[in-house]
């Protein structure tokens, strides 16, 4: 990324990386991390997205590298719902989040995220959960998020009403064939 004749180096969740145009003028809200003998940017789409990374470091154990990974494989709403609904399961879904990991994620930032949801996700649409529970299955498989997305929107259109497993097994069977 260059700014005024200068360049800088961004790490950014995916979910941002998604909503980058191909060219052009972009504009990312920053995040400066300072530690003794490093100093990074982080980088994101939205006002919301940075601070949900924020409120992800005030979790005990939870660095910006880590924040960033629950950020990619999880979308806010997802992470949001999870959380507050104390879904250890679907918290532990997300790579690089165990189950003591989750529980912690709850106890420590339960209420900041309540916050978080209240501000930014407020009005948001709510996802239907098979597609959701079948896209974060499929992440949890190795597939990156985006394209398990694309692939459950595009099983959901042929077999309207088709439940969980069944669309794993289609976006699979189509990934294998």
Known sequence: MRAGGIGYRLSIPVSTYEKLPSEGDVLLYSHLAVREKDVRLYGFASEGERVLFRVLLGARGIGPAGALAIMSGSSPEEFARAV?????????????????????????????????????????????????????????????????????????????GADVETLVRLVLSESVG
């Open 84 to 160: 507050v609904e104390e879904d250890y399961e679907a918290l532990s879904r997300i790579r690089g989040v165990g189950k003591k990991t989750a529980r912690r994620i709850v106890a420590e930032i339960k209420e900041d995220i309540i916050a978080f949801k209240e501000r930014f996700l407020a009005g948001a649409p709510s996802a239907d959960t098979a597609m959701r529970d079948a896209v974060m299955a499929l992440v949890s498989l190795g597939l990156p998020r985006n394209i398990a997305r694309k692939r459950v929107e595009r099983a959901r259109k042929e077999h309207a």
